[in-house]
């Protein structure tokens, strides 16, 4: 069993700053796991935002890519995603979620939802213009 709980949500303006953090505990967790953020808006899909591997490879979604940062801290068992530069389309729940890790053409990617088998309960992220 893997439990995830995501901190860090808020109200911000567009052009601001926020850090989510992802706690993981569960007798079944361990470093090995891959790690992801996803974001869902009303009415929209939800889409992979960002994954970081065992290794530390990272994939980025191209609308966040030099904006958000994602970062583990393995010793404490959490998950980072710091979020610059904010934009109001960025507005949406966030996610986190453990997986297996995708590798597409011996290349570290985000996947899709049915790669992680544990999720979080998510974090309202909102950006003002």
């Known amino acids: 069993q893997v439990h995830l709980v995501e901190f860090g949500g808020g109200s911000v303006q567009a052009g601001g700053s926020l850090r989510l953090s992802c706690q993981a505990s569960?007798?079944?967790?361990?470093?090995?796991?891959?790690m992801a953020w996803f974001r869902q808006a009303p009415g929209k899909e939800r889409e992979g935002v960002s994954a970081?591997?065992?290794?530390?490879?990272?994939s980025y979604a191209d609308s966040v890519k030099g904006r958000f940062t994602i970062s583990i801290d393995n010793a404490k068992n959490t998950l980072y995603l710091q979020m610059n530069s904010l934009k109001p389309e960025d507005t949406a729940m966030y996610y986190c979620?453990?997986?297996?890790?995708?590798?597409?053409?011996?290349?570290?990617?985000?996947?899709?939802?049915?790669?992680?088998?544990?999720w979080g309960q998510g974090t309202q992220v909102t950006v003002s213009s």
């Open positions: 970081i591997d065992s290794d530390g490879s990272t």
């Open positions: 979620a453990a997986g297996a890790g995708v590798y597409r053409d011996y290349r570290f990617v985000i996947g899709s939802e049915t790669d992680y088998g544990y």
């Open positions: 569960g007798k079944d967790y361990n470093s090995a796991y891959s």
